[in-house]
């Protein structure tokens, strides 16, 4: 066996693709938000939203606390109360403002803001080019930890721009993007039962959470080649779904007489049309796009409603693990679920990337042998593997690169603001 020896050559290459990783990620962050005006910027609509700002200004702290101040002698922090403003959850860095009061910072302005990316960005550039010390993997992390967040910053401001009483458009939709597509049928697509390995595997970066990669029994199991659409949920509604108990879970039955939901996030009834709020303002809701913004126990009740159920983390991993990373991320500028399009045989299930996030029904748990990370860093992922459903495949908001097949995003059952959808399986 050949020992794998990485020359200097190596090391630099490696070194000079970081670099440019960091100079992309920060200036997409930057581009995202270009036209916002710093009162938009500042506002926050509910807990689990934070103000774009504080976005901007927490990615940067990432990496001035995890980066610049163990690697940079003697590094002085840009301000000495940025580390209680914009710290989010780590307990082992200190203490932090709470997460509901993010939007009663009228100070530091955006422009201040803005200047602390510029310092940061300096610095890490130095660092980048002349720190041969530098922990890699950490300036790995802040580059994908600021693409998570730059998906938080367009579903964030939605939210913000919809509880807004004139509710402004945050890009108005290209007219060339018009014309709605009509969704493929949906079918579904049988699964042997069998022993699979799922989790990170080999090169490229990954979230602790992904791994160990480990071995699951599958049993034989039916997925949907893709995501429900508006006009399945519209059926649902139309069913009188949100008022049959049968449907739901305990605690989703409970969430929908505390929250009167009956509709997903940002559907109203104007007659008998479906309207939405979207990032490019007001519109009919297209039956043929994905449902999108529904919470995990709508996702389950409509499950259940249609004879299926949700899939199982598992089962969607190995039905995505040989699928290209294709579909409407946020690059295609859409910012809204797009109707699937038939495929052919060979490129299905369909639109499991992008478009919509789907709702599993595993809770999000560690897997076998996870280890989070020593110190502060373990705070990243670890200390939230309880109460959370696991989703997968990403969203019109994500950025393509920072998907793969066995990424686990999680979040609460009850959260509709992130762009959770539904796709169906089966018991075969
Ligand atoms: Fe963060």
């Known amino acids: 066996v050949r020992a794998r020896i990485r020359s200097s050559t190596d090391v630099d290459r490696d070194r000079r693709d970081l670099a440019a990783l960091y100079e992309r990620t920060r200036s997409a962050?930057?581009?995202?938000?270009?036209?916002?005006?710093?009162?938009?910027?500042t506002a926050q609509s509910m807990p689990e939203a934070s103000p774009v700002k504080w976005h901007l200004a927490h990615t940067s702290w990432f990496f001035e606390t995890f980066v610049l101040a163990p690697?940079?002698?003697?590094?002085?922090?840009?301000h000495p109360d940025f580390g209680y403003l914009f710290n989010s959850y780590y307990n082992a860095i200190?203490?932090?403002?709470?997460?509901a009061e993010r939007g009663l910072l009228a100070r530091p302005t955006l422009e201040e803001v803005m200047s602390y990316r510029r310092h940061v960005d300096e610095r890490m550039r130095e660092c980048l080019a002349r720190t041969r010390a530098l922990d890699d993997a950490v300036v790995e992390l802040g580059c994908h930890h600021e693409q998570q967040h730059q998906e938080l910053i367009l579903t964030d401001v939605k939210h913000l721009l919809s509880r807004d009483p004139l509710q402004p458009a945050f890009r108005a939709r290209e007219a060339a993007r018009r014309a709605a597509r009509p969704a493929a049928r949906a079918e579904f697509i049988a699964y042997d039962e069998g022993l699979h390995e799922i989790g990170h595997a080999g090169e490229g970066f990954a979230f602790d959470n992904e791994s160990p990669r480990h071995r699951v029994f599958v049993h034989a199991f039916e997925l949907a080649d893709r995501p429900v659409t508006a006009g399945e949920f519209v059926e649902f509604i139309t069913d009188h779904g949100y008022e049959r108990p049968e449907l739901w879970l305990s605690?989703?039955?409970?969430?929908?007489?505390?929250?009167?939901?009956?509709?997903?996030?940002y559907w109203e009834k104007d007659g008998d049309r479906w309207m939405q709020f979207t990032l490019a303002g007001l519109r009919d809701v297209d039956p043929d796009e994905p449902a999108c913004h529904v919470s995990y126990y709508e996702a389950d009740a409509f499950a259940r409603w249609a004879g299926a159920r949700l899939p199982r983390e598992a089962e969607w991993e190995i039905a995505a693990r040989d699928l290209p990373i294709e579909g409407h991320f946020v690059e295609s500028g859409e910012l809204h679920p797009c109707a699937t399009e038939a495929a052919s045989e060979r490129d299905r299930p369909r639109a499991m990337f992008g478009d919509v996030w789907e709702w599993t029904r595993s809770a999000y748990d560690a897997y076998p042998g996870y280890r989070p990370a020593e110190g502060a860093l373990g705070e990243y992922n670890g200390k939230f593997m309880v109460n959370q459903m696991v989703l997968r495949g990403g969203s019109c908001a994500s950025p393509r690169a920072h998907l793969r097949a066995s990424y686990r995003n999680f979040f609460h059952p009850h959260a509709r603001w992130q762009f959770s959808g539904i796709r169906l399986a089966r018991d075969a």
Not at 29 to 37: D, G, K, V
Not at 71 to 78: A, D, E, K, L
Request: charged residues 20%; aromatic residues 10%; proline residues 10%.
């Open 29 to 41: 962050t930057e581009q995202l938000c270009a036209a916002l005006s710093p009162e938009v910027c």
């Open 251 to 265: 605690d989703g039955w409970d969430a929908v007489a505390l929250h009167g939901w009956r509709a997903p996030l």
């Open 71 to 78: 690697h940079v002698p003697g590094y002085q922090p840009f």
């Open 94 to 99: 200190g203490e932090r403002i709470a997460r």
